[in-house]
């Protein structure tokens, strides 16, 4: 009965969560967000209304001011094992190999190295860069450094993976690949996402639900379920009628902001 509870209860709870910075910039205010396991939960808004700021708490890189986050209806006080982050600007570091940043995380944990580095290959091959092992990020793509920290994230286990903007640093046709890739790197993996990003069409192509903050001060306006099959083609997702009315709607919405 409690692992029945436990697996019904959503993995990630913000409770009247608000955050001021110093000079009494308030970025969010009485945040309410249920976040189910097992799904991609993506956060959208206009610039500067705290998103990011939002994902940072969950993750434990920043202290709220008022309210909480739960992961597993734990209290979350700082970073843990169960979140992985996969930061907008790859956040590689520029002396390792490929491998070596892949396995970063597991070294830290104290992972041996044989073990790690099997660890590091599956997940390398997993997003696509086998005999890339031994390359440095300097002579990677943008889309394949973006790769190797999500093969990072991957390689620790972590339940949770939160994503800021992971796709922004790519151009528009790399992004669009990356996009399906992922969903296609999730039916297997079946990892709980959080994803920002500033585009409507890419909320809505590989959310579950699109949680859509107001301007800041941050509050969930409206969370949607976007009902899109992503078990089928992903492919086929943005020929799909309710893809196309999904991103209309959502941009009616967004736009009442930016006026």
């Keep these: 009965m409690q692992a029945n509870t436990i697996q ?3 993995i990630i709870e913000v409770k009247e969560l608000s955050k001021t910075y110093p000079g009494r910039v308030e970025a969010l205010r009485n945040v309410n967000l249920s976040i ?3 799904q991609l939960t993506t956060l959208l808004g206009p610039s ?3 998103k990011t700021t939002l994902l940072k708490i969950i993750a434990g890189l920043l202290n709220k001011t008022e309210g909480n986050v739960f992961i597993n209806g734990q209290p979350v006080n700082g970073p843990g094992p169960e979140r992985a982050f996969v930061f907008q600007d790859f956040a590689l570091l520029p002396w390792c190999t490929v491998l070596r940043n892949v396995a970063f995380g597991l070294e830290l944990r104290g992972v041996p190295g044989k073990q790690r580095n099997e660890i590091a290959m599956k997940y390398i091959d997993e997003v696509g860069l086998t005999g890339f092992e031994k390359a440095y990020p300097y002579e990677l793509s943008g889309g394949m450094r973006q790769r190797v920290g999500l093969a990072r994230a991957l390689a620790v286990d972590a339940e949770i993976l939160l994503m800021d ?3 922004a640093s790519v151009d ?3 992004r669009r690949k990356f996009q399906e890739d992922l969903l296609n790197l999730l ?3 079946k990892k709980t996402v959080v994803f920002v990003t500033h585009s409507i069409e890419e909320a809505v192509y590989v959310s ?3 949680a859509l903050l107001g301007p800041r001060p941050g509050r969930i306006m409206r969370v949607i379920n976007t009902r899109l099959d992503h078990a089928e083609n992903v492919e086929d997702i943005r020929r799909d009628q309710r893809y ?3 991103v209309e709607d959502l941009w009616q919405i967004l736009r009442q902001y930016l006026i």
């Design 8 to 10: 019904n209860r959503p």
């Design 165 to 167: 903007e992971p796709f």
């Design 48 to 50: 500067g209304c705290g």
């Design 187 to 189: 039916k297997i993996e």
């Design 208 to 210: 579950d639900q699109v």
């Design 172 to 174: 528009e046709q790399t």
């Design 244 to 246: 196309l009315n999904l």
């Design 36 to 38: 189910p396991r097992g």
